[in-house]
């Protein structure tokens, strides 16, 4: 007898199972999805900031896509990438890149600065510091990079503190000579490919910044706030670096101009899911939700977060009016 229920009971158990699988696909397919491309800096902090948003939407599955910040912002403008939110190192990438045609609006929402990251195992880790930082780098038999310019914000920042750093200690030439030693394979596409080089040994040091080399358990030289670009109070001396990157057009260059680092952040526009991104945006920039994180992981945010004008906070959707503030 046992076989002979064992024969109907197994179909049932079957059909159980497909069932379950079914409805569990039709779930995850039933969520509201929220595309976010952004800089590859946010990425810790914002895998963290999904958790959590997600624990508490169940109905929205965020899909973040990471890289450059200019890079992300021409995969929007230029091949017409879907995606609900643009978050960029550099808020002026948004700014040039996106408004008007593809955002109408860039909240300021966090700051950062430039380090020097190394490992205990790059040459002359036992010796540099805020002094002789400089000379290291011009040794042949140092192997140190950036991330690439033209494709994201923490390389043309790299240039702009070197370039600084001449005039700081008024020494000439010292950014060509820093250059000199530094070939152009050692430049890479995004600078948080440069922390796996850095742990692998195949690099001694790489500029980041300094929320990566916290987040990454790299050990990291800070310098001083005329070089870092991590000080709004010295923009006035950061302004005096410039770096030609590639523009919209083959051929078409633009200057980026030192300022401090500021992030940015925009809802695109015809997002494919603005009700959910608008949410989430809500989330990432109260105090007690994403900006915590940030500010966990070592990132400065700004509470409030920032907008130029007093109409830009007024054409904000649902509540991220009262998340901000007009401030220049």
């Known amino acids: 007898m046992a076989p002979s229920i064992s024969k109907r009971v197994f179909p049932r158990i079957v059909f159980a199972f497909f069932l379950i699988v079914l409805m569990h696909v039709s779930t995850a397919a039933g969520k509201e999805k929220v595309i976010i491309f952004h800089a590859g800096s946010l990425t810790v902090p914002l895998a963290q900031i999904e958790k959590e948003f997600e624990a508490a939407n169940p109905g929205i599955d965020i899909l973040r896509e990471a890289g450059g910040s200019t890079k992300m912002a021409r995969m929007i403008s230029e091949l017409g990438k879907p995606a609900d939110i643009m978050a960029s190192a550099d808020y002026k990438v948004i700014d040039k890149t996106l408004i008007p045609a593809k955002a109408d609006w860039n909240i300021r929402f966090a700051t950062n600065q430039l ?23 011009q040794k042949k038999e140092v192997v140190w990079g950036h991330s690439d310019p033209n494709l994201d914000p923490c390389g043309y920042r790299s240039l702009m503190v070197l370039q600084l ?3 700081y200690y008024r020494q000439p030439g010292l950014y060509d000579r820093m250059i000199a030693n530094r070939p152009e394979k050692n430049v890479r596409p995004k600078a948080v490919e440069l922390v796996s080089m850095l742990k692998s040994g195949s690099m001694d040091y790489a500029w980041e910044y300094l929320s990566v080399a916290i987040q990454h358990e790299l050990k990291y030289l800070t310098l001083d706030d005329h070089i870092n670009l991590g000080n709004y109070q010295f923009d006035d001396f950061y302004r005096q670096a410039q770096v030609k990157v590639t523009g919209k057009k083959p051929g078409e260059w633009v200057i980026r101009t030192g300022q401090s680092v500021t992030y940015g952040i925009t809802l695109v526009k015809n997002a494919p899911n603005p009700d959910g991104a608008i949410r989430f945006l809500e989330y990432l920039l109260s105090a007690e939700g994403g900006l915590k994180v940030l500010k966990d992981m070592g ?17 904000l959707p649902g509540n991220l009016q009262k998340l901000v503030e007009v401030r220049e």
């Open 165 to 167: 750093a001449e005039k």
């Open 115 to 137: 380090v020097l990251c190394y490992t205990a195992n790059s040459r002359y880790a036992d010796q540099i510091n805020a002094d002789n930082w400089y000379e290291i780098l």
């Open 299 to 315: 990132q400065p945010p700004f509470i409030p977060c920032r907008v130029p004008s007093q109409a830009i906070q007024d054409a």
